[in-house]
């Protein structure tokens, strides 16, 4: 059983910055999909970034690239994703999740996610 758990979400101002952090076990670090989503009051729950292939291979979605980064530590077991310039609509729980390697899918966006962790919360406020 693949276990994620979050932490380093909180409240900020526009335009700051926070660092969220999931620990996980080194086999899933190293080999599946990890990917953080988030989910605002009121609204499904959609992807923001995903890293694979020995962290080289990173995907974003329109709205945070260039200010959103993720990265992971195979020597702390940590998956990370730096916000910089957090807008109020950046609002939302945030949640690590993982998936398989196996099956591919062409679209990241779409993979069904096999393992979440508990979500951490981060509030922009203007």
């Known amino acids: 059983q693949v276990q994620l758990v979050e932490s380093g979400g909180g409240s900020v101002q526009t335009t700051g910055a926070l660092r969220l952090s999931c620990k996980t076990d080194?086999?899933?670090?190293?080999?599946?999909?990890m990917a953080w989503y988030r989910q605002a009051p009121g609204k499904e729950r959609e992807p923001v970034a995903q890293?694979?292939?020995?962290?080289?291979?990173?995907y974003y979605v329109d709205s945070v690239k260039g200010r959103f980064t993720i990265s992971r530590d195979v020597h702390e077991n940590m998956l990370h994703l730096q916000m910089n310039h957090l807008k109020p609509e950046d609002t939302a729980m945030y949640y690590c999740?993982?998936?398989?390697?196996?099956?591919?899918?062409?679209?990241?966006?779409?993979?069904?996610?096999?393992?979440w962790g508990q979500g951490t919360q981060v509030t922009v406020s203007s």
């Open positions: 999740a993982a998936r398989p390697p196996w099956p591919p899918y062409p679209d990241w966006e779409k993979a069904p996610i096999k393992y």
């Open positions: 080194e086999y899933t670090l190293r080999y599946y999909f």
């Open positions: 890293i694979h292939g020995g962290g080289v291979d990173t």
